[in-house]
């Protein structure tokens, strides 16, 4: 063997092993390019199935506001309609409502204190309420005549009120 044959085989040799030098590097970079596009693959059907959760909460939000919006419908629908007209300003029975409305007011705001009194042992606030009960009109001044379930529920509002605490009774 020549010197020149000698030669022409190691270059060959070198070009040789350059060539699977190229190869190793091309493979390497195809492994993590498939890597990669896995990767990202994952990240895709991931976020799809977050979108696809999403859209159904969604789609089924709807379906509950929708049902619930038909329920109030029905109940605004069944329900009975507002007057068409306003109460004149000179309505007496609109203002005999009111007037029993506030000295009903008054009488349970009388008795809620009294309790209170009652509870603290203090006699001069249990005296005091009927004492202002009488400067104020009651309900019978303003109706001369009270129907039967009023005086009835009168008769229930006259009874103390159940004693509740929360903790130990005192």
Known sequence: MTNEEFERIKEE????????RK?????????????????LERMLHGSREV?????????????ETARHEARLDHAL???????????????PLESLDDTLLRARARQLLDRMTAAAAED??????TERPEAAASDRPSADSADSAPSTSQRS????????????TLGRPR
């Open 153 to 164: 529920a009168d008769q229930q509002d006259d009874r103390p009120a159940p004693r509740k």
């Open 77 to 91: 629908a069944s329900s009975a309609p507002p007057p068409d007209e306003a109460p004149a300003e000179d309505d």
């Open 51 to 63: 979108l696809d959760t999403h859209d159904e909460m969604v789609r089924r939000l709807a379906v």
């Open 13 to 20: 040799e070198k070009a040789h092993l350059r060539e699977l």
């Open 120 to 125: 603290n042992g203090d006699t001069a606030a």
């Open 23 to 39: 190869l190793r590097h091309m493979a390497k970079q195809l492994r993590a390019k498939r890597s990669v596009q896995a990767a």
